[in-house]
């Protein structure tokens, strides 16, 4: 039996007028950006944690510190590729991942798929291997108001042959 080993990851920003938009590295024009240390993507931030989780190798906080100047404004997406790559060396490999974004705006739908394969590309997977969905919170909560964006992902790794 292989080992099987599961990650939870959460993040969260406000949104911040003058930045753009990123989502699991696809841009949104025209609508407003989320602060955070490096570009804000809070769902490649929440992929991070869940695989870094999975693979006992702690958090985004520890591997990219917001103290250190060398992340500010930094590519989620590079970052992801970081990450992944300490889960390979530590022997785990992305069986799946299922992404979701939390907030009334922006819509996704039509770009959901591109966004899953941007976060697979980002790990060298295989594009079924990651998800992206979205939900919204009726209007409730800091998200329903629309002072920011949230999104949780969950990561199952497996023992590497």
């Known amino acids: 039996?292989?080992?099987?080993?599961?990650?939870?990851?959460?993040?969260?920003?406000?949104?911040?007028?003058?930045?753009?938009l990123v989502l699991a590295g696809?841009?949104?024009?025209?609508?407003?950006?989320?602060?955070?240390?490096?570009?804000?993507?809070?769902?490649?931030h929440a992929?991070?944690?869940?695989?870094l989780g999975a693979a006992g190798k702690g958090d985004i906080g520890e591997l990219f510190p917001s103290s250190d100047p060398q992340w500010l404004d930094a590519s989620s997406i590079?970052?992801?590729?970081?990450?992944?790559?300490?889960?390979?060396?530590?022997?785990?490999e992305l069986v799946n991942a299922d992404c979701?974004?939390?907030?009334?705006?922006?819509?996704?739908?039509?770009?959901?798929v591109a966004m899953g394969a941007r976060l697979a590309?980002?790990?060298?997977?295989?594009?079924?291997?990651?998800?992206?969905?979205?939900?919204?919170?009726?209007e409730l909560g800091f998200t329903g108001r629309g002072e920011g964006l949230a999104a949780q992902a969950i990561a199952l790794l497996q023992r590497s042959t």
């Open 100 to 112: 979701v974004l939390i907030g009334e705006r922006p819509r996704i739908a039509d770009v959901r």
């Open 78 to 92: 590079r970052l992801l590729q970081r990450s992944y790559e300490v889960v390979r060396v530590s022997g785990f």
């Open 1 to 20: 039996m292989s080992e099987l080993r599961i990650g939870l990851g959460l993040d969260a920003h406000r949104f911040a007028d003058g930045i753009p």
């Open 47 to 51: 992929l991070i944690d869940a695989i």
């Open 26 to 44: 696809v841009d949104f024009p025209g609508e407003p950006g989320l602060a955070g240390h490096s570009d804000g993507d809070v769902i490649a």
């Open 121 to 138: 590309g980002a790990m060298g997977v295989e594009i079924d291997r990651v998800t992206v969905r979205a939900t919204t919170t009726d």
